[in-house]
């Protein structure tokens, strides 16, 4: 330990550093009460120093160079609040060969790298600590990775990327088209000018890997996650789902049984009477099925700024208590399962499937005749709305459970006929 106290360096000062900085300032006494000792925060590593920011900092304390912070002997603790995979990546590790501590929020650093970042904090006898780089100031890092420790993890399906369940609600709600609510949740700060790794699932497969590895102790690369974003979804699906007692939701999907592991980010439709299904706006929400504990649910906000750093805090005040407490910090856990990751092929679910078909007798035969051909059952098959000027209609299928493979092959086959106009979306419908 340096000086008195317990030195905290950050690394970033934007929405969760700046975050962080606040409540380490304004909680100062109780942070001290809760370790034994102030936690102090000794640097700052931005970009731009001219930049204004949440708080005043005192002179000397704001850098742009890495190796005031990383070599500072009264810097205990990193703090990597930069996002992105470089420099992130090397500035977290060479703090820990440089023995330091570190917390990061990085989903994206923790999804390529965690394994690597993990077994060098072992080797190093340093802890690293990321409770934010998961559904931001919903606990559940730890509640995996301590409170369950003794559980076998069954199944994961999370909301966890408020800026699609924000879009996917209003889309619910207001009934309104994919466009124009992305173009609000971006007027509203909810979703950002390059929406891409959020509507495309990027930023929701990040934490699931980083959920299954946790949970499965067994590496699950980003690349693993099977990934769908929410891009081809309309108002209508929304509409037909709501009639058939559903809503649609961004899942990250994760479970395990003995021939693998399958993850996936998909939107699915989800029974409205789930509890998910009612996780509206930006929250998250993770349920957790494990063997001993059974089912468990988290749920709350999953960014912003001092969400985030509440999560930042509490791995901070869980490295400095260890350090107070003097002796070796406990070891970060070893990630060494190898689990098969089963393709996608493998799934075994309901669907929904809606199609434009031409208007006249006996296109419902031969669609049917696909399905049977493809050994897929119909539950139900509802024709909705109707173009009379084309003689088109829009028919609306639920099927029964079916293998992923025999579901493509019919999306091929009934894209091929001559009556279909188009198959224009299948969506996967969850129930666990
Ligand atoms: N925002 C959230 O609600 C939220 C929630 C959960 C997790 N996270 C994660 O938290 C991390 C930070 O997110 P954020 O929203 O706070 O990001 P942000 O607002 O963009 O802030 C990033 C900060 O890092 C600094 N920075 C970036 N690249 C740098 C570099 N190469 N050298 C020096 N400084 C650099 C920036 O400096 P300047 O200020 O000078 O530009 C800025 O202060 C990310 O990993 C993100 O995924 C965020």
Redesign the pocket.
């Known amino acids: 330990m340096s000086k008195v106290g317990i030195g905290i360096g950050l690394?970033?000062?934007?929405?969760?550093?700046g975050g962080t900085a606040s409540a380490l300032s304004q909680k100062r006494d109780h942070l001290a009460d809760l370790v034994g000792c102030p936690v102090e925060l000794r640097g700052v590593?931005?970009?731009?120093v001219g930049?204004r920011r949440a708080i005043r900092l005192a002179e000397g304390m704001i850098t742009?160079c890495a190796d005031d912070i990383l070599l500072s002997p009264d810097v205990d603790v990193v703090v990597e609040?930069?996002?992105?995979q470089e420099?992130a990546f090397e500035y977290v590790m060479r703090a820990i060969s440089l023995g330091k501590h570190v917390v990061t929020?990085?989903?994206?650093v923790m999804a390529r790298s965690g394994p690597e970042i993990l077994d060098a904090a072992r080797k190093a006898g340093v802890r690293v600590l990321f409770e934010?780089?998961v559904a931001?100031g919903t606990p559940i890092i730890a509640p995996v990775m301590r409170d369950l420790a003794a559980n076998e993890v069954i199944s994961i399906h999370g909301i966890i990327n408020g800026t699609t369940n924000y879009i996917l609600t209003r889309m619910e709600q207001d009934g309104a088209d994919f466009g124009d609510t992305l173009e609000e949740a971006q007027r509203l700060g909810y979703a950002e000018a390059d929406p891409t790794n959020d509507i495309e699932g990027i930023d929701a497969a990040y934490k699931l890997a980083i959920l299954a590895t946790l949970g499965f102790r067994s590496r699950i690369r980003e690349e693993d996650v099977y990934r769908e974003g929410i891009t081809r979804l309309t108002a209508r699906d929304f509409q037909y789902a709501r009639e058939l007692g559903y809503t649609v939701k961004l899942l990250g999907i994760a479970t395990a049984d003995v021939d693998g592991v399958q993850v996936r980010v998909h939107p699915a439709f989800v029974s409205a009477d789930t509890m998910i299904a009612k996780v509206d706006g930006v929250l998250n929400a993770v349920e957790i099925q494990t063997d001993l504990a059974g089912k468990l649910l988290f749920h709350g906000a999953g960014?912003?700024?001092m969400p985030?750093s509440s999560a930042v805090i509490a791995d901070i005040v869980e490295i400095a208590r260890s350090l107070r407490g003097g002796g070796a910090p406990p070891p970060m856990p070893r990630i060494s399962g190898d689990v098969r990751v089963k393709p996608m092929s493998e799934l075994h679910t309901k669907y929904y499937v809606r199609l434009t078909a031409a208007d006249h007798p006996g296109v419902l035969a031969q669609i049917a005749n696909v399905f049977a051909q493809c050994s897929i059952s119909i539950v139900s098959a509802l024709q909705k709305w109707r173009d009379d000027d084309n003689k088109l209609a829009e028919i609306v299928f639920m099927l029964h459970p079916s293998s992923e493979r025999a579901m493509q092959r019919a999306v091929r086959q009934l894209a091929a006929l001559e009556v279909v106009d188009e198959v224009s979306n299948m969506v996967r419908v969850e129930e666990w």
Request: hydrophobic fraction near 40%; avoid cysteine.
């Open positions: 690394l970033g000062m934007g929405v969760v550093g590593l931005v970009r731009d930049k742009t609040l930069m996002g992105g420099p929020a990085n989903k994206e934010a780089a931001g960014a912003g700024s985030t």
